[in-house]
């Protein structure tokens, strides 16, 4: 089993960063169960939409971005690979959501589907006033 525990969320005003954290646990083996991590974000109440994705199977791993997020966030893993981060910076209102971590065993053809997923947070919610 893996559990992902997401944290970092708040009310800012536009401009202002932020940064997510989304800590893997699950006992021994959860991280070696991950391959593909990422954070998503709840844009409709049937649309969770990739916002960017890391393998963390690998260092330098391709890094897949949402084209509205590109320049602006940053995704990263800590050296251990139990942490995931999302740096959020320029913040926009239509940045507001909650935002989800995600984690699956295997690989992914298109790591920024929500299909591509077995493994969720509880999500933490983001705002951005104007």
């Known amino acids: 089993q893996v559990e992902l525990l997401e944290s970092g969320g708040g009310s800012v005003q536009a401009g202002d960063s932020l940064r997510l954290s989304c800590v893997v646990s699950?006992?021994?083996?959860?991280?070696?169960?991950?391959?593909?991590m990422a954070w998503f974000r709840q844009v409709s109440e049937d649309e969770r939409e990739g916002v960017a994705a890391i393998y963390s199977a690998v260092d330098d791993s391709v890094t897949p971005y949402a084209d509205s997020v590109k320049g602006r966030f940053t995704i990263s893993l800590d050296n251990t690979k139990t942490t995931l981060y999302l740096q959020m910076n320029n913040l926009k209102p239509e940045d507001s959501a909650m935002y989800y971590c995600?984690?699956?065993?295997?690989?992914?053809?298109?790591?920024?589907?929500?299909?591509?997923?077995?493994?969720w947070g509880q999500g933490t919610q983001v705002t951005v006033s104007s």
């Open positions: 699950g006992g021994s083996g959860a991280i070696d169960r991950t391959k593909w």
């Open positions: 995600g984690a699956n065993g295997r690989g992914a053809a298109y790591p920024l589907r929500r299909d591509e997923y077995n493994y």
